[in-house]
């Protein structure tokens, strides 16, 4: 099975930099996704990482550590339209490879 | 569609009914998930689909639920003798099967048991 962590709620201000942790345990770590959800709205795709390092995408980057089971999402100059949930996802190789669990989520708000 | 499809988009039903939603992938996608996210909570995974069979259905939380997929196309899922604890968005996504794909969502269907 898998056990996914994430801080629950963060606040943050506008034009600043945010960081969000995930952490994980899984047996057959196969890739983790970082997706964000606004309030009412389908999760949309952010960011993959299969291999340790950092992956930049404009003001989003996500860091995997594999041998600490360990990824962080970073947002800068934040926007107030950053206000949303971010959910971690890993993806298992068992099952058929393609199972993807969620964490509950983190949700951020971006003040003035 | 270009996108993932979910119907209906709102569903209201009694107590003891049997409700089916629906879900279109995006065409040549060969995964497809169906997720279940209550009123400010994670994404609760139920099934996967890999092609037309479901490797994993460990995520459906009884005998009640089932779903099935037919021409690695559109899967139904369905909830027999609905409860009220069965009050939920059902996502539905779908990829291509590399494990980088990632899913792409569709809006979901809203379900109220009352």
């Known amino acids: 099975g898998q056990n996914i962590d994430q801080p629950t709620e963060m606040t943050a201000t506008e034009g600043a930099i945010v960081q969000i942790n995930c952490t994980y345990q899984t047996s057959g770590f196969n890739g983790l996704f970082w997706y964000q959800q606004h309030a009412g709205e389908a999760p949309t795709f952010l960011s993959y990482?299969?291999l340790d390092g950092l992956e930049e995408k404009g003001r989003f980057s996500s860091f995997l550590s594999r041998s600490k089971g360990y990824s962080y999402l970073l947002l800068k100059e934040l926007q107030m339209k950053d206000s949303a949930s971010y959910l971690c996802?890993?993806?298992?190789?068992w099952g058929g490879g393609n199972k993807l669990t969620f964490g509950t989520g983190t949700q951020l708000k971006v003040e003035l | 569609g270009a996108g993932v499809s979910q119907s209906p988009s709102n569903k209201v039903t009694e107590k003891g009914k049997d409700v089916e939603l629906r879900c279109d992938p995006i065409s040549g996608h060969t995964a497809l998930y169906w997720y279940r996210q209550r009123l400010g909570q994670g994404l609760e995974f139920l099934i996967y689909f890999q092609g037309n069979s479901a490797p994993d259905k460990s995520g459906l939380p009884s005998d009640r639920f089932s779903a099935e997929r037919t021409g690695e196309s559109v899967s139904t899922l369905t909830i027999q003798r609905t409860q009220q604890e069965d009050s939920a968005v059902y996502l539905c996504a779908s990829s291509l099967s590399s494990p980088g794909g990632e899913l792409f969502f569709g809006e979901g269907s809203r379900l109220t048991v009352l």
């Open positions: 996802a890993v993806r298992d190789r």
């Open positions: 990482n299969v």
